[in-house]
């Protein structure tokens, strides 16, 4: 049923991206376009963030991106994905508990435990490489799971798409990874430049690239995209993600 629902998912996206290859788009209406119902209340603010996230992203962080892949090996490109992946651990068993998803719980403390045991802080991924499972939650799935709607979709400056409920979690959550910085002894580390190269490392390892899908529809496309993302995230409650 999982792969059923992700299928149908992925079809929904490649005949958005082939339908919007005709000319005659631009004179549909909206009604051809039921599966963008997104409720986007903000929606000519978003436009205009994600606008400027495109100028953001052409002009410093891409440029960043690829100064930071010239300056650094690949190895330790790898350690420092590894170690913020390893930190997300830590929110997952937060939420976890706040779920009752013990097993999961349990899953998650042991992935960081040995990574930061025996993976030199989470820089290795001792836990992969022996096969151990990568739940995940967050504190908007949280929320969701008590019922609480994803509210109004936002762009965020900088960091994207998202919606209501969700960067309401996220906040939640950046507080919640701050504990790793005490448990590694962090502590005398500029947070800011933990920040921002923990952006770096996000932006590094995300293909995505504003308006190179041809279409005049990209923003529905992102923000459908992201909606369905989150949808399935939260209902199966996978570890695919």
Do not use: W
């Amino acid at each position: 049923m999982k792969i059923n629902r992700l299928l149908i998912a992925i079809m929904l996206v490649c005949s958005i991206t082939t339908f919007s290859n005709s000319d005659e788009n631009v004179k549909i209406n909206n009604e051809a376009y039921k599966y963008f119902n997104v409720y986007d209340p903000l929606e000519p603010i978003n436009r205009r963030v994600y606008y400027f996230n495109y100028q953001f992203d052409k002009y410093i962080f891409l440029p960043t991106v690829r100064f930071y892949r010239a300056i650094t090996p690949e190895l330790l490109r790898k350690g420092v994905k590894n170690f913020f992946k390893n930190s997300e651990n830590i929110t997952t068993t937060g939420n976890s508990l706040l779920q009752l998803k013990i097993k999961k719980a349990m899953r998650a403390i042991g992935r960081f435990s040995m990574n930061t045991a025996v993976g030199v802080g989470g820089v290795v991924d001792i836990a992969s490489d022996m096969g151990m499972p990568k739940p995940y939650e967050d504190f908007g799935m949280t929320l969701a799971h008590y019922g609480v709607g994803k509210g109004a979709y936002l762009v965020l400056p900088i960091l994207g798409p998202s919606f209501l409920r969700d960067a309401v979690g996220m906040g939640v959550d950046t507080l919640g990874k701050g504990t790793l910085y005490h448990t590694v002894d962090l502590d005398e580390l500029n947070h800011t430049g933990v920040s921002i190269l923990y952006a770096i490392n996000k932006r590094y390892n995300t293909d995505f690239r504003y308006y190179e899908t041809g279409s005049p529809f990209e923003y529905e496309y992102v923000r459908f995209l992201y909606y369905k993302y989150r949808e399935l995230q939260i209902e199966l409650g996978s570890e695919i993600f």
